[in-house]
């Protein structure tokens, strides 16, 4: 519920109490299981970058929820964390790293390395 509660806040701009609940949702999750403590973390670096993008505490997040779910099987929710990572790595003027953390999403989620979400044109 603070995730939500966060995220409400962030679209509102109202940065300040929207890291306030994502550090309840952070806290909620240490006492939870490692998916529910890496979204927190996802959500504080969509905060943090919200509010300033070049703030290091947003890359910091970002790289905590990754870390945090290395360890599991759940490949889905590891591709989010690496993709969002790579998205903001990019936004940042990363893109080395950036790419490197949308590969590894790329390769989580199981989509082959010549997909193409753009249809060919037939002439």
């Known amino acids: 519920a ?10 509102a701009k109202h940065f300040e109490a929207a890291l306030e609940y994502a550090q ?10 490692k998916v529910r403590q890496a979204e927190a973390f996802l959500m504080q670096g969509q905060i ?14 970002f790289h905590q929820a990754v870390d945090i779910l290395q360890a599991t099987d759940r490949r889905a929710s590891r ?3 690496h ?3 790579g998205r903001h790595l990019l ?6 790293e950036g790419d490197r953390e ?5 390769e989580l989620a199981g ?13």
Request: charge should be negative; charged fraction near 30%; hydrophobic fraction near 40%.
């Open 48 to 61: 943090l970058e919200a509010r300033e993008a070049r703030d290091p505490a947003s890359e910091k997040a």
């Open 79 to 81: 591709s989010q964390a």
């Open 102 to 106: 949308m590969e590894k999403a790329r």
């Open 2 to 11: 603070a995730c939500y509660l966060a995220d409400i806040e962030c679209q």
């Open 83 to 85: 993709y969002q990572l």
């Open 24 to 33: 309840l949702a952070i806290q909620a999750g240490q006492r939870s299981y």
């Open 91 to 96: 936004s940042i003027g990363k893109a080395p």
């Open 111 to 123: 989509i082959p390395r010549d997909f193409s979400a753009i249809m060919p044109v037939e002439e």
